[in-house]
């Protein structure tokens, strides 16, 4: 009896050095994974900080003799990225505009005909866009919006461009959310007579609405960082552009800009940051309205 429990105890003890083991394995590689994304958010805050001041953000870039005389001076580089900013904004915004209700509307489609031949043929478009190079989006705005549409650079087509980019992640998120919706709370709805479309836009899309809203995040994360569609397509601007036929900047194309001009890539840091500032509080808020959409349902 002694000798058996003996033995349970070195099997248990065992156990719990094995457990322990693996915890700690996994921690480790956890640790080692993160450190790179770690590193880089280290290096933005420690360089972007020194440039984040009030003129940052309303002021426009400013020309390579204004940085290397604050160089020469060792004084900070005036001027900010406001052109970049707000061109960042006008364009993913109309980006979305564009993106989001096609995709909610593809992606509706394709949960409800999951087995009809457009409905593959959907599916076959979708991922091939996910692996089309953005610059080939690009191209295809430059050919579909520059020449004939705008007779030249613009914001339009740049967010034509980002817009494209953005739809496989809504659709599939949108397909994927609505498939793991049980079939009976459509079918309670239909049987108490509610209409078909508004079945669709008050009971499913509320419901799957935190799936939805982080397909389009994924979405406008995507884009928000592109630069390769927006040269051949928005081309970037010296000074805030408002005007969406006129050719636009952006915070990416600006960070393209610094790093070509050896007085102004220390602005490159501060301008990631930004940019990765501007990413953090869309996800932010489009937590907010998912979990607003859930408690009204």
Same mark, same amino acid.
Do not use: C
């Given at each position: 009896?002694?000798?058996s429990?003996s033995i349970s105890q070195?099997?248990?003890?065992?156990?719990i050095?094995?457990?322990? %083991?693996?915890?700690? =394995?996994m921690m480790s590689l956890?640790?080692?994974?993160a +450190?790179?994304?770690?590193s880089?958010?280290?290096q933005?805050i /420690?360089?972007?900080?020194k440039?984040?001041r009030?003129?940052?953000?309303i002021e =426009? @870039?400013?020309?390579t003799m204004? @940085?290397m005389?604050a160089k020469v001076?060792h004084?900070i580089?005036?001027g900010? #990225?406001?052109?970049g900013?707000?061109?960042?904004?006008?364009?993913?915004g109309? !980006?979305?505009? &564009?993106?989001?209700?096609l995709?909610l509307?593809c992606?509706?489609?394709?949960?409800?005909?999951? /087995?009809g031949k457009m409905a593959? %043929? *959907?599916? $076959?478009? *979708?991922?091939?866009l996910?692996g089309?190079p953005s610059i *080939?989006l690009?191209?295809? @705005?430059?050919i579909?919006?520059?020449?004939?549409v705008?007779?030249? $650079?613009s914001?339009?087509a740049?967010s *034509?461009a980002?817009?494209?980019?953005?739809?496989?992640s &809504?659709?599939?998120s949108t397909?994927?959310?609505?498939?793991?919706?049980?079939s009976t +709370? /459509?079918?309670?709805?239909?049987?108490l007579?509610?209409?078909y479309?508004?079945t669709? $836009?008050? =009971?499913l899309?509320p419901?799957g609405?935190s799936?939805?809203?982080t397909?389009? &995040? %994924?979405g406008i994360s995507?884009i928000?960082?592109?630069?390769a569609p927006?040269? +051949?397509?928005a081309l970037?601007?010296? !000074?805030?552009?408002l005007?969406i036929?006129?050719?636009s900047? !952006? #915070?990416?194309?600006l960070v393209?800009?610094?790093?070509n001009d050896?007085?102004?890539?220390?602005?490159?840091?501060?301008?990631?940051?930004i940019?990765?500032l501007i990413?953090f +509080?869309l996800n932010?808020?489009? /937590? @907010?309205i998912?979990?607003?959409?859930?408690?009204?349902?």
């Open positions: 009896m002694n000798i429990n070195q099997k248990l003890k065992w156990r050095f094995n457990d322990r %083991l693996f915890s700690i =394995v956890a640790f080692i994974s +450190l790179p994304l770690l880089i958010l280290y933005l /420690k360089k972007g900080y440039q984040i009030l003129n940052f953000f =426009v @870039a400013p020309d204004e @940085a005389m001076n004084e580089i005036p900010g #990225i406001a052109n900013i707000v061109g960042t904004l006008i364009i993913v109309m !980006a979305s505009l &564009i993106a989001i209700p995709g509307i992606g509706i489609y394709l949960s409800e005909t999951s /087995k593959g %043929l *959907v599916r $076959f478009v *979708v991922d091939m996910q089309v *080939v690009g191209v295809i @705005a430059y579909w919006i520059v020449k004939p705008t007779s030249g $650079f914001a339009l740049g *034509v980002l817009s494209i980019m953005m739809l496989p &809504i659709i599939r397909e994927e959310t609505l498939k793991m919706i049980p +709370l /459509k079918e309670a709805a239909l049987s007579g509610v209409p479309h508004r669709i $836009f008050k =009971v899309l419901t609405m799936g939805i809203a397909g389009i &995040i %994924l995507r928000a960082g592109e630069t927006l040269m +051949l397509t970037g601007s010296s !000074a805030i552009n005007d036929t006129q050719p900047s !952006a #915070i990416p194309l393209w800009e610094f790093y050896p007085n102004l890539i220390d602005l490159i840091w501060g301008a990631s940051l940019l990765l990413i +509080l932010l808020g489009a /937590k @907010a998912a979990k607003k959409w859930k408690v009204q349902y």
